[in-house]
């Protein structure tokens, strides 16, 4: 693994789940050949891509390091509604790298140590040979219209007031249409049908694949499950509520149902 990039680099530095920025109308991350330049300290680096032409590196904070003058750790949620969508993918790549660097010092194995492979991105153990990848889960994401209507749905945790499609992990032995039914099932008590495939983004909160898919309404009404799902609706294009943030994949496909149905 090279300790150092070819040319100044732009650091992804984590303290936790929190990126080093400098604050301003738009967050910036510093440039520079090591953490060191920077002021800060790294436990763990690692290239991530580039950035109109800069390398990318990710780099591991310990939690002691303060950040340096001008700049502050902070939560990549709190930032994403300010920065664009290929920043947001190499943060987000960054972020899934350093967490799984942090949470696979010990093989789950038999507790040895482990070191970075040569090669590619995976931690060995030192003591039985377990190789450890970084973890991704894939998601659905689904939006489901009926006639001229998109189904929009809140769950506990978000923002207030926010409204989105309907979303949920795939299980194990599972297909991903398979996940759609049952999810649209389970959260809304509906049924679906003409599935068709809209794009994927990785979503690092906290390893997520969201892979997304447009439907139709089959049949049923909408009956929440209250665990999941606070309130659920039919909206127009004319009357939408808040809505998520525009680099999320959710947003970009409630944009498009807008676009279909001419507003
Ligand atoms: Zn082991």
Same mark, same amino acid.
């Given at each position: 693994m090279p300790e150092r990039p070819p040319a100044a680099a732009l650091w992804f530095a984590f303290q936790g789940d929190r990126l080093l920025v400098f604050e301003g109308d738009e967050p910036r991350v510093p440039r520079a050949f090591t953490p060191e330049e920077i002021g800060i300290e790294a436990l763990f680096r690692q290239p991530v891509g580039s950035l109109n032409g800069s390398p990318c590196w990710a780099a591991e904070v310990p939690d002691r390091v303060e950040a340096p003058e001008g700049a502050a750790f902070v939560d990549l949620r709190a930032i994403f509604a300010a920065v664009n969508e290929p920043f947001f993918a190499v943060a987000g790549r960054a972020k899934q790298v350093v967490n799984w660097h942090a949470t696979h010092r010990f093989c789950g194995r038999c507790?040895?140590?482990?070191? !970075?492979?040569?090669?590619?991105?995976?931690? %060995?153990?030192? %003591?039985?040979?377990?190789?450890?990848y970084p973890r991704v889960s894939p998601a659905v994401i689904v939006r489901v219209r009926r006639g001229g209507k998109i189904l929009l749905a809140r769950s !506990?945790?978000? !923002?207030?007031?926010?409204?989105?499609?309907?979303?949920? #992990?795939?299980? !194990?032995?599972?297909?991903?249409?398979?996940?759609?039914?049952r999810e649209v099932r389970e959260e809304v008590g509906i049924e679906v049908e003409s599935l068709r495939? #809209?794009?994927?983004?990785?979503?690092p909160f906290p390893n997520s694949l969201m892979i997304g898919f447009t439907a139709d309404h089959a049949g049923g009404e909408i009956r929440p499950e209250p665990d999941e799902i606070e309130d659920a609706g039919w909206y127009r294009a004319g009357d939408l509520p808040q809505l998520p943030p525009r680099v999320s994949i959710a947003r970009r496909m409630i944009d498009d149902f807008v676009d279909e149905t001419g507003g």
């Open positions: 507790g040895g140590e482990t070191e !970075p492979a040569a090669g590619e991105l995976a931690m %060995r153990c030192t %003591r039985c040979g377990m190789m450890h !506990p945790g978000f !923002p207030k007031g926010l409204r989105s499609v309907l979303a949920g #992990f795939v299980e !194990p032995g599972e297909s991903i249409e398979e996940t759609i039914h495939y #809209f794009g994927s983004q990785p979503w």
